[in-house]
């Protein structure tokens, strides 16, 4: 019987909805060493229409990774300088300094709502934010690390494709863990695409964590200001909300 293989050190996950993107993402990380027994590459393709949002999909790529650290990336993100070997010396440097960590990335949000960030992007390139790395309250979503001994999933209740970055966060912070913001530079070729969906996302975010944390709590994202209400007035203070945004968001797109 042959021995089984080794647990590769990372697994690539992702969502594809256009293959060709994906294929460039792919080629950038083996040109910068995940490759062989360094790493292997998922994903689910949504190329034909959203089969998986990122909440259920994510869940099934974690499932069926066997790496120790688990990259859940955007199709449109590209490796520069830095690679597997850069990767895997701030991985390990961060375990040294925090063991209790959970889930890592290269943009995110301090508790104290400072950015903390190494990213080039179409807002500007090498974007250098904060002091890194740093431990953060949530996490963007173009590029994110899971620990893969941790068992860390999304929320089963949530749906979308908002978020999730900062769902992590949340979930590992229930459990006592950690959720870090490391200097890890990449290009991500897309500056985000706030919609219609993005709001109504938001607010049902909102209630879903302050109904489970039983408090309400404020949350800054890289994109958004997130208010988790807990009661029963969470429901109608969460529509006003989301009405008003919608209505700004409206507005300044005119304005544009």
């Known amino acids: 019987m042959a021995p089984a293989p080794s647990a590769p050190a990372f697994s690539v996950c992702t969502l594809v909805t256009d293959r060709a993107q994906h294929a460039a993402m792919r080629a950038s990380f083996e040109a910068r060493g995940f490759t062989g027994d360094t790493a292997e590459f998922l994903h689910l393709d949504n190329s034909a229409g959203n089969a998986w949002d990122a909440y259920a999909g994510l869940a099934r790529l974690l499932d069926l990774a066997r790496g120790r650290h688990v990259i859940l990336c955007h199709q449109d993100v590209r490796l520069l300088e830095a690679g597997a070997t850069e990767l895997s010396a701030r991985l390990d440097a961060l375990t040294a300094r925090d063991p209790d960590w959970a889930v890592a990335g290269n943009a995110g949000i301090t508790e104290e709502g400072q950015h903390a960030m190494r990213i080039t992007d179409p807002h500007g390139p090498d974007q250098r934010r904060g002091t890194l790395p740093a431990r953060v309250g949530s996490l963007d979503e173009n590029f994110l690390v899971v620990r893969a001994e941790t068992g860390l999933r999304p929320s089963t209740a949530l749906r979308g494709f908002h978020f999730y970055g900062t769902d992590l966060c949340l979930r590992a912070r229930q459990r006592g863990l950690t959720a870090w913001a490391i200097d890890f530079h990449l290009h991500h070729l897309s500056a985000g695409n706030i919609k219609a969906d993005f709001f109504r996302e938001q607010a049902r ?20 200001k997130l208010i988790l209400r807990a009661g029963i007035g969470s429901s109608i203070i969460g529509g006003w909300c989301l009405a008003s945004r919608r209505f700004r968001h409206a507005r300044n797109a005119w304005r544009l």
Do not use: D, I, N
């Open 205 to 224: 975010f909102e209630r879903h964590w302050g109904a489970t944390l039983g408090r309400s709590l404020r949350v800054k994202t890289t994109c958004a």
